[in-house]
């Protein structure tokens, strides 16, 4: 069965860091990778969708890699700002199915201004 | 642009009630999920349906029933609510080739069984 860990659980930077999240997935076997946004009281919001055929992909300040092998992502977030403070979550999608999507416990993000 | 759609937003029930939380969307996809989120913890799939007039079990279907009818609306029933069935729902919606694309989410639905 795909587990999905995520590292740190929290973290707490100052506004206009570099920082990484991390994901690692105990299968290797999956479909994609998806990094998602969860603002307090809401839904999540997709952010990035790593295809297992590729090892990164990039969206304004948001850069995710996926090394498959290692069974390892990382969600890389340049020039952090305030409006980036959410939960960060990861999914691995080992496919055989619509139920094949793992979800992390997510990360808990907060950018001091 | 409105996407997946979940109604109420927050319910409280009592121990041994029954409710349906409504889900449409209007991205005419065919593959729509239940999940439930406890506090801390990752998304656990609850049900599951690949298109109108079939639907399948996720991780933690007991206490919960689904329908789907059409392509847009996918139903979640709690019959006779539990204080473990306190939870955010969310319902998500993603297209048929669903390996190549991503998975959309509606706000959530906070339910508190008292």
């Known amino acids: 069965k795909q587990e999905v860990t995520q590292i740190p659980a929290a973290l707490s930077v100052p506004e206009g860091e570099n920082l990484v999240l991390n994901c690692s997935f105990t299968?290797?076997?999956?479909?994609?990778l998806q990094w998602f946004r969860q603002d307090p009281g809401k839904g999540l919001t997709s952010l990035l969708l790593i295809q297992s055929s590729q090892r990164e992909q990039t969206s304004g300040r948001l850069n995710a890699s996926l090394d498959k092998s290692s069974g390892r992502s990382t969600l890389y977030i340049a020039a952090s700002q305030p409006g980036d403070s959410a939960t960060y979550l990861c999914?691995?999608?080992?496919?055989?199915?619509?139920?094949?999507?793992?979800f992390g416990k997510g990360t808990h993000l907060i950018i001091q201004p | 642009n409105a996407g997946v759609t979940q109604t109420p937003k927050f319910r409280i029930l009592k121990i041994g009630q029954s409710m349906t939380l409504q889900c449409t969307q209007d991205m005419n996809h065919n593959y729509m999920y239940w999940y439930r989120q406890d506090p801390g913890m990752g998304l656990k799939l609850i049900y599951y349906?690949?298109?109108?007039?079939?639907?399948d079990k996720g991780e933690v279907p007991n206490g919960y029933n689904v329908s789907r009818s059409t392509t847009e609306d996918f139903p979640l029933r709690l019959e006779l609510a539990a204080p473990s069935q306190t939870s955010v729902y969310f319902c998500?919606?993603?297209?048929?080739?669903?390996?190549?694309?991503?998975?959309?989410f509606g706000e959530g639905s906070w339910l508190t069984v008292v």
């Open positions: 999914a691995a999608d080992s496919g055989g199915g619509a139920d094949g999507l793992t």
């Open positions: 299968d290797s076997a999956i479909y994609n």
């Open positions: 349906s690949v298109g109108a007039g079939i639907t």
């Open positions: 998500a919606s993603s297209y048929p080739n669903r390996f190549r694309n991503t998975i959309y």
